[in-house]
C-alpha cells in the first residue's frame, strides 16, 4: 500500500508538472463552417471563391457579372476571379489546366462559373446568389493574409497562411489581376441594359497572370497553429495596362481542388489575419 500511494503521488507530481510547462499541447479548433454559425475564437472567415469563365464577346456572359454584383452587395466574403477566353483582349494564355478541371475533354462553352473552384453554380446564376452566400462562414480552419507591394517595375508579395487546424495535401494558387480595363462587352440580356453591344464597360477582377502553378504549389507545414509564409519578386506583367489598378487573389485547395479558403487584396496593401477573438 505505501508503494502505491507513493507512486500514486508521483503520477500526481508529474501530471501537475506537466500542466505547468509553457510548452502546453492544445487541440484543434472544432469547425463549425456552416454560413449561419456564430464566431468561433481563434477560427478565420470563411470567403467564397467565385471564378467566372467569360470573355468580351460573350453576350451571356453578363449574366455571371450581374449576380457577381448582387453577391459582393450581400457581403464582403466574396473573392472574384474573370478568367477571359477566346477572341478578346484579355485572353488569358495557357489557361488549359483549368479547362481542363471545368470542362474535361471539351472546349469551353461560356459562360462557366465554379464556386470554390469546383462547384457548378447554377444557370441563371443571378437567380442563384444563394449558393455562394452558402459557401461563406465565420468560420474556417485556415486564413491567410497578404502584403503587397507594387513599384514602378515589380511586384513584391507576402503570402501568409495560418492553420487552426490540422491539413495534408494543400496547395496554393496566387492570381495577379487587374481591374478597370474599359472595353466594349456583347449582351443578350435585358437587365444588363437595352443594347446589344455595351460600350465603355468595366471589366474588373481579370486575371493577367499565375504566380503559382494555376492548380497550385504544395505547401508544407500545414498543421494546427503553424503559419507558413511564401514571398514572390516579380516584374509586373507585360500586359498590365495600369500598375495602379493591380489586385491580387490568393487561395488554398485541398487534394479534391476545393477552394478552401481565398483572400483578396490591393497594391501596397498589408493585411492581418481575418481570426476571430
Not at 19 to 35: A, F, K
Not at 147 to 172: E, M, P, S, W
Not at 192 to 219: E, K, M, Y
Not at 252 to 262: E, P, S
Amino acid at each position: 500500500m505505501k508503494k502505491s500511494g507513493f507512486l500514486g503521488l508521483l503520477s500526481i507530481t508529474l501530471f501537475l508538472a506537466s500542466c505547468s510547462s509553457t510548452e502546453m499541447v492544445y487541440s484543434p479548433i472544432p469547425v463549425d463552417d456552416t454560413v449561419d454559425a456564430p464566431p468561433i475564437s481563434g477560427l478565420f472567415q470563411k470567403k467564397v471563391l467565385i471564378e467566372d469563365y467569360t470573355g468580351t464577346w460573350c453576350g451571356n456572359c453578363t449574366r455571371v457579372s450581374l449576380a457577381i454584383n448582387k453577391v459582393e452587395a450581400e457581403t464582403d466574403n466574396m473573392v472574384a476571379v474573370a478568367i477571359h477566353n477566346g477572341n478578346d483582349p484579355y485572353h488569358f494564355a495557357g489557361y488549359q489546366p483549368l479547362q481542363e478541371l471545368v470542362s474535361p475533354g471539351r472546349d469551353l462553352e461560356l459562360p462557366v462559373s465554379r464556386l470554390n473552384r469546383i462547384t457548378r453554380w447554377t444557370t441563371f446564376e443571378n437567380d442563384h446568389i444563394n449558393e455562394a452566400l452558402n459557401l461563406t462562414s465565420n468560420n474556417c480552419g485556415l486564413g491567410l493574409a497578404m502584403k503587397t507591394v507594387v513599384g514602378d517595375a515589380t511586384i513584391d508579395l507576402d503570402v501568409k497562411v495560418k492553420f487552426a487546424q490540422n491539413y495534408d495535401n494543400l496547395r496554393l494558387v496566387v492570381y495577379v489581376l487587374e481591374n478597370h480595363l474599359i472595353y466594349r462587352q456583347t449582351n443578350y440580356y435585358s437587365f444588363c441594359g437595352t443594347l446589344p453591344t455595351i460600350q465603355n464597360f468595366d471589366h474588373n477582377h481579370v486575371l493577367r497572370a499565375s504566380l503559382t502553378d494555376l492548380l497550385g504549389n504544395p505547401l508544407a507545414n500545414t498543421n494546427f497553429n503553424q503559419t507558413v509564409t511564401t514571398h514572390f519578386s516579380v516584374p509586373i506583367p507585360s500586359n498590365i495596362s495600369n500598375p495602379d489598378n493591380i489586385s491580387f487573389v490568393a487561395f488554398v485547395v485541398d487534394a479534391n481542388n476545393n477552394a478552401l479558403n481565398a483572400r483578396a487584396a490591393e497594391g501596397n496593401e498589408d493585411q492581418d489575419f481575418e481570426q476571430n477573438p
